[in-house]
Each structure stands twice: as C-alpha cells, then as structure tokens.
C-alpha cells in the first residue's frame, strides 16, 4: 500500500516542528543516532598514552571518553575490548611508568606467577631504586635494596623473583597470617618452596625483614586449599593448638571416604571450613550431610567451621576444638 507524500514539515504534539527526510524519519531524530567510536587501526588491541594518541591526530579528547576505550591508569588508555585485569595493570606501570632497575613485585608480582588475589582497581606494587620519585594514582612504590639476581623477566615484564616476591610480601602484607595466605598460594602452586623460603630466610640473617620471612615459611604450607583454610590453620597455631595437617585423607578398610581441610590423623580429628557454597541447595546439603555420616563411620571427629564463626567467636570454636584434642589424647 502506497502512503501519500507528506509535507516537507508537520506539526507534531505542542506544536513542535519536525524537520522528515524523503524515506520519513525525522531529521532531528536521525541526529540523536550515537555514532560508532572512532577505532583507528594503529590503537586497537594496544595499551597507550592518551596525550600520544591525541599528539598524533589519532583521536581528540572526546574519542578519548568514548566506548571504544577504557583508562587503566590515569593518562594510559586501552582498548575496551581487552579485559581488565590486574596483569593489564602491571602491563601498563612497566611501559610507562616503571624506571630503570625497577620491577613489579609484591601481590601484583603473585598475580602473575599465577595467585589471583588481587582485584582489578587495586594499586600495583613495585619497586624502585632510592632517590627515583614515583607517585602516579594507582601505583604503590617501595624504595627498598634489591640485589639483581632478585629480579626476572616474566613475559617481558620485570619482576621480583618468587623467593623475593614472598621476602617482599612477608614485609608488607597486613600481619603475619595474611603474608602466610599469599606464600601458601605460591607454594600450592609450586611456584616457591617453603624449604627454599626458609634457606632464603636464613641466609639473610640479621638483614632488616628476614625475621619475618622466616616466621612466615615456618607456617606456610602448599597443600592449603583456598585463603580462609590457610587463616584458620595459622590462627588455631597461633592460638597454642598443634599444628594440623592439610587435605587429610580419611579411609576405611583401604578404602577412599573423604578428603578434608585440616586434621590430626594420628587422633582422628578433623577441622572443616564451611563455605557459603555449602548452603547453596538441597542437593549440597544432602551431599555434605551423607559424607560427614561416612566421615563419622570411620570414627572419626569432626568440628565444622564457618567465616561467620570465624569472624565473631573464634576463641569459642578454639575452646571446642581444644576439648576433643584433649579428650582423643592430642593435650
């Protein structure tokens, strides 16, 4: 069906005139279609300097603010289509803002041997040689000695190695038990040691730091599972109870029953930590529930813990678990 040809204005509601084309879509709505972000070739898929890329007449500082690009520090742009991530973080300090004898190092250099502890947005750590002044948001600097065989290159970033990564960690992590969480997710991923922290440590001896280092390796473990196993297992330490194994293999008659978190096989004693995703479902629930049975049937005791606990009563879940080492003979 043929519509007839329109006037060249109309008027709409309230008297506002629209401007329509020949094929009848509005001039003034044809105006408000976003355009594409620019992309020019040179830039996509690239880290860079948004000063440079302006400089350059490769964008204007409005294409800047465009989709096509996101700021992973400020004044350095990538494309949006790369994911951000830490590591782009790194990428970015080491291009243009790390200097000469400087490398990534502390949680930054365990994000990327592999330990993905550390978010997006968080600052990265480096060090830098003394009297170089680096304060760029986003970036925390360590003026610190650094001998040169305690530096990698790793996919051509600079780099602590992993002995210095964890000496650097031990220095700077919130306490004791949180440099112990970031060494046990080295170590469970063989990318450190503990015996080779400890030699590292004490071949240092009355250097600033070893101490700490080694107080760390000595609670460091590489079979810890995930970080609230590797907080409990140092704080029930810390709080005077032996030390407990981990990823305890529980049998009966030869055979497999269950694997857990944190025990003292000798007493037949196990510790678990609770999750959130424990009480995901019904299913979970039942699963969890027929394995503490098995687990029970082998004679075994086990004491359940959750973050909450953790968090609000942990001297009380520490006075239960004495009690039945105590009572199996492990006190």
Same mark, same amino acid.
């Given at each position: 069906?043929?519509?007839?040809a329109?006037?060249?204005?109309?008027t709409?509601?309230g008297?506002?005139?629209?401007?329509?084309?020949?094929?009848?879509?509005?001039?003034?709505?044809?105006?408000?279609?976003?355009?594409?972000?620019?992309?020019?070739?040179?830039?996509?898929?690239?880290?860079?300097?948004?000063?440079?890329?302006?400089?350059?007449?490769?964008?204007?500082?409005?294409?800047?603010?465009?989709?096509?690009?996101?700021?992973?520090?400020?004044?350095?742009?990538?494309?949006?289509?790369?994911?951000?991530?830490?590591?782009?973080?790194?990428?970015?300090?080491?291009r243009?803002?790390?200097?000469?004898?400087?490398?990534?190092?502390?949680?930054?250099?365990?994000?990327?041997?592999?330990?993905?502890?550390?978010?997006?947005?968080?600052?990265?750590d480096?060090?830098v040689?003394?009297?170089?002044?680096?304060?760029?948001?986003?970036?925390?600097?360590?003026?610190?000695?650094?001998?040169?065989s305690?530096?990698?290159?790793?996919?051509?970033?600079?780099?602590?190695?992993?002995?210095?990564?964890?000496?650097?960690l031990?220095?700077?992590a919130?306490?004791?038990?949180?440099?112990?969480?970031?060494?046990?997710?080295?170590?469970?991923?063989?990318?450190?040691? *503990?015996?080779?922290?400890? +030699?590292?440590? =004490?071949? %240092?001896a009355?250097?600033? #730091?070893?101490? !700490?280092? /080694?107080? &760390?390796?000595l609670?460091?473990?590489?079979?810890?599972?995930?970080?609230?196993?590797?907080?409990?297992?140092?704080?029930?330490?810390?709080?005077?109870?032996?030390?407990?194994?981990?990823?305890?293999?529980?049998?009966?008659?030869?055979?497999f029953?269950?694997?857990?978190?944190?025990?003292?096989?000798?007493?037949?004693?196990?510790?678990?930590?609770d999750?959130?995703?424990?009480?995901?479902?019904?299913?979970?629930?039942?699963?969890?529930r027929?394995?503490?049975?098995?687990i029970?049937?082998?004679?075994? *005791?086990?004491?359940?813990? +959750?973050?909450? =606990?953790? %968090?609000?009563?942990?001297? #009380?879940?520490v !006075?239960? /678990?004495? &009690?039945?080492?105590?009572?199996?003979?492990?006190?």
């Amino acid at each position: 069906m043929a519509y007839p040809a329109r006037s060249a204005s109309s008027t709409g509601h309230g008297g506002v005139i629209h401007r329509v084309s020949d094929d009848c879509a509005p001039v003034a709505m044809l105006d408000r279609v976003p355009r594409p972000p620019r992309r020019p070739a040179p830039l996509a898929g690239t880290l860079f300097l948004g000063r440079d890329a302006v400089a350059s007449g490769l964008l204007t500082p409005a294409d800047l603010r465009s989709k096509a690009w996101q700021q992973v520090l400020r004044g350095i742009y990538a494309d949006a289509t790369i994911t951000p991530t830490h590591g782009l973080r790194c990428l970015a300090v080491t291009r243009f803002i790390l200097p000469p004898g400087g490398a990534i190092a502390g949680r930054s250099a365990a994000y990327l041997y592999g330990v993905p502890l550390v978010g997006a947005d968080e600052p990265v750590d480096v060090l830098v040689p003394y009297g170089v002044d680096v304060r760029p948001a986003g970036v925390r600097a360590h003026h610190t000695p650094v001998d040169s065989s305690d530096l990698r290159i790793l996919r051509d970033i600079p780099v602590t190695t992993p002995t210095r990564t964890c000496f650097d960690l031990a220095q700077w992590a919130a306490g004791l038990v949180e440099a112990v969480v970031m060494i046990d997710a080295l170590a469970s991923r063989r990318v450190v040691s *503990v015996p080779e922290l400890e +030699t590292y440590a =004490r071949e %240092r001896a009355g250097q600033r #730091g070893w101490r !700490r280092l /080694l107080d &760390a390796a000595l609670l460091a473990d590489a079979g810890a599972a995930s970080p609230p196993e590797s907080r409990l297992r140092v704080r029930l330490v810390r709080a005077g109870l032996p030390r407990p194994q981990t990823q305890v293999v529980i049998t009966r008659g030869g055979r497999f029953v269950a694997r857990s978190d944190l025990g003292w096989p000798e007493y037949q004693v196990a510790v678990e930590y609770d999750g959130v995703w424990h009480a995901e479902s019904s299913t979970q629930i039942h699963a969890d529930r027929r394995r503490l049975n098995d687990i029970v049937a082998t004679g075994w *005791v086990v004491l359940h813990v +959750t973050a909450k =606990r953790l %968090r609000d009563d942990f001297d #009380g879940f520490v !006075r239960e /678990l004495r &009690a039945v080492l105590r009572a199996r003979g492990a006190l």
